[in-house]
């Protein structure tokens, strides 16, 4: 499932081509698409035609069009877009032939190029779009709901299916303090709190392996175990392991997840931890020293970490 990074290429794309641009007629070509928009795909087609795209929010994993009216006025209400395991989101011209998975067109009306689509392909149908009502935040009220929001149009409010969504790392307003409280009070092992989108939001296996293998921890070491320091070093972690996936486009493992031109990520070049079971840990090597990757079983899917670097803790 696309994480932070790959999410925020598709949303800075969507920033890119359809930013201003007014929604001219919407197609559902999949029922399924649209399963959790109240009222289906009739209201769906006939809500969205005519509204402008006034900003492209994100939080965690999710992201979401604020729409406005003719006079520029926002409406409490926005569009959702969650990709889920297989959702691409392209820009293409009309005479552009349809993709085998394409669910949901947008027509947009012509700016300063020729008038564009934007379609949502699923293969797995895991993910969809959908109308929600925007709430008020509960953390940190009147602060920006989305770290790369370009705009204060969507300050302090989200739409209401992901309002137990936390901050996620990137998000200026991410508190590592309060995510330590939250650290202190669980039982949890210290990948499974962070994988825990109500915790901390848009970490995934990838990024949660990624981050352990920096900062040097195994991922079941119990999350209240870890002292104060060491938490400043994983929160950093995580921050620099998604800032460079997010320079390199995000990751990319086969052809489900692209951005908005169709373009893989090439982060997976990068990788120190995830998927590299059976190699040599390059901190380890680097060191003269050699120590081999191990692949263990986490959660129904997997983990991967250095023996040597991130040593299991004791009584487990």
């Given amino acids: ?13 969507i920033v890119s081509h359809a930013l201003g641009r007014v929604i001219e007629s919407v197609s559902v070509l999949d029922e399924r698409s649209v399963r ?13 035609p005519g509204l402008k795209i006034m900003d492209v929010a994100r939080r965690g994993k999710y992201l979401w069009l604020l729409l406005g009216d003719s006079a520029g006025q926002l409406l409490d209400e926005a569009l959702v877009v969650h990709l889920g395991m297989s959702g691409q989101v392209l820009f293409k011209t009309a005479d552009f032939p349809p993709e085998k998975h394409l669910k949901i067109v947008l027509e947009l009306g012509a ?9 949502f ?5 895991f993910g969809g779009m959908y109308i929600d009502t925007l709430v008020e935040t509960t953390d940190s009220a009147g602060a920006s709901v989305a770290a790369a929001s370009r705009s204060e149009l969507g300050a302090a409010v989200l739409p209401s299916s992901v309002a137990h969504i936390a901050r996620d790392p990137l998000d200026p307003h991410f508190d590592v303090a309060a995510f330590r409280k939250k650290m202190l009070r669980t039982s949890s092992g210290i990948k499974r709190l962070l994988l825990d989108q109500s915790v901390i939001s848009g970490v995934g ?3 949660a392996d990624e981050a352990l293998w920096q900062a040097k921890l195994h991922y079941a070491k119990p999350a209240r175990s870890v002292s104060a320091a060491p938490t400043r070093d994983l929160i950093l972690a995580v921050q620099r392991v998604m800032e460079a996936a997010l320079e390199a486009g995000g990751t990319s493992f086969d052809y489900l997840y692209v951005n908005v031109n169709g373009q893989s990520g090439y982060f997976d070049r990068s990788l120190n ?4 079971a059976g190699k040599p840990c390059k901190r380890c090597l680097a060191n003269g020293i050699s120590s081999i990757m191990v692949r263990e079983p986490f959660m129904g899917r997997s983990s ?7 040593r299991k803790p004791r009584g487990l």
Avoid at 4 to 11: F, H
Wanted: a neutral charge.
């Fill in 121 to 125: 392909i699923d293969q797995r149908i």
């Fill in 111 to 119: 700016a300063q190029e020729s008038a564009t689509q934007l379609r």
């Fill in 1 to 13: 499932m696309p994480e932070l990074p790959e999410v925020e290429v598709v949303r800075s794309g």
């Fill in 205 to 207: 296996n990838i990024y």
């Fill in 273 to 276: 931890a995830y998927g590299q």
């Fill in 304 to 310: 991967y970490r250095c023996p040597r670097c991130q």
């Fill in 36 to 48: 959790r928009s109240d009222g289906g795909s009739a209201r769906f087609e006939a809500l969205l």
